[in-house]
């Protein structure tokens, strides 16, 4: 979508451009789409099928009435035959007595989504969704007050997987505008995740558009100038190779000394001192320590009448120390919606320090930093992955491990 000026009027139309991409960070010339979806007045946004033969769009009811006193927004599609964008039909449910903005069509044709201001919204502009059912389309659902706020929800875009992305100017977030997504699970929307920064920024961000696996896109926002521009975004983490099952430290220990005899019948009794102030009467002893570190371990004999140590049978020194890992801090099980905290600060490397951090959380989630919190949409068991690398002076001196496990996300 690019705005013009035109001469005759003064007015800035909308129409649908395109560009090509001719290099890794080389574009085309902006050319016109098509001269057959060109009106006088606002043509687009457009959504298009994954076949590539058809396009919803938006368009004036009086496309070619400038001069009309009220002439609000529809939806438009168009069928590509013989090479030739034609048979533009009106979506069944436009009224002229509102606007049907942005339309997002699913990746398997079966959903579309829109903002609209029709009566009965929840705030200025909310998002509605039709279903293709039976041949046509159903008449159009309101996504709910989860989704819906008392500002806008605007620029809807379907990812093929299934997320519906918008941009909303209510739900807490970073900016003006900012992009948040959500999906339709058993029939209901779930509640809205924000992309944050840097795909969010302090200003107006919207039109979230990414591939299948998350790593390159686009997006449309206003945060370095007055008016809205294209950005490109692309995953800039280093490649993790062999990252490891993450093991899990074990504290706990029995302790035994071979040699030791059976003296319950007598006055006298074992007791294990273990550290600086655990003690426990028994020939064996069960212990969890709180973390690594460096114990002295005793086993004595006592009087049971006096308490006195009458003689030591065992003493030793013990070093616990975590295994050699990254290590990744979180629940084992939470709740859909549960705010999880995750932390990366007891990883134990001895060949370097680790002072950079990258988050691989399992739904097409990729963050920084040491620690981070996070929340899970919708059930399932999600793979987290953590890789580190230290800050290396030279490239040929770089050092990375990686580990990963699993979280179980319950209804």
Known sequence: MLKKIDGDQGKPPFDIFFVRKTGEDQ??????????????????????????NMIYFNRNYSPNDRKARSNKV????????????TNIQPFVHNNPAYNLFHPALSYDGKRLVFSSDMPGGTGGFDLYVSKFEN???????????DIN?????????????????????????????????????????????????PLN????????ITDGDYTHGFLTSNRNRRTNSIYEFK?????????????????CF????????????????????IGETAKIRAKEADYCFTGPGNYIIQLNVIDLLTGEILFNQASYD??????????????????VNQVIDLSGANTNLEDFQPDRFYWDLGDYTYVTGSSQTHRYYKPGIYTIRLGVTNTPEKPEDLKKSCSYRNVVVLP
């Not at 529809?74 to 964008?85: P, V």
């Open 135 to 145: 041949g046509r389309w159903s008449v159009p659902v309101n996504l709910g007050p």
């Open 74 to 85: 529809g939806i438009f599609s168009t069928e590509l035959i013989d090479g030739k964008w």
């Open 27 to 52: 574009w085309s010339r902006v050319e016109l789409f098509s001269e057959d979806l060109r009106s006088i007045t606002y043509d687009g946004p457009a959504t298009v099928n994954a076949e590539g």
């Open 318 to 335: 013990l070093t616990i120390s975590d295994i050699e890992q990254v290590y990744i801090t979180c629940p084992d099980t939470i709740l």
């Open 235 to 251: 995953l800039d983490i280093p490649t993790f190779d062999s990252c490891k099952v993450q093991e899990f430290n074990d504290y």
């Open 149 to 197: 706020t008392r500002g806008h929800e605007i620029y809807s875009v379907f990812h093929e997987n299934g997320r519906l992305y918008f941009s909303t100017n209510q739900l807490a977030g970073v900016g003006g505008y900012d992009i948040f997504y959500t999906e339709e699970i058993n029939g209901s929307w779930a509640v809205p995740v924000n992309l944050a920064e």
């Open 254 to 273: 029995t302790f035994f000394e071979v040699g030791t005899i059976d003296i319950d019948t007598t006055s006298y009794m074992y007791e294990w001192r």
């Open 201 to 208: 920024s302090r200003r107006n961000d919207a039109s979230y």
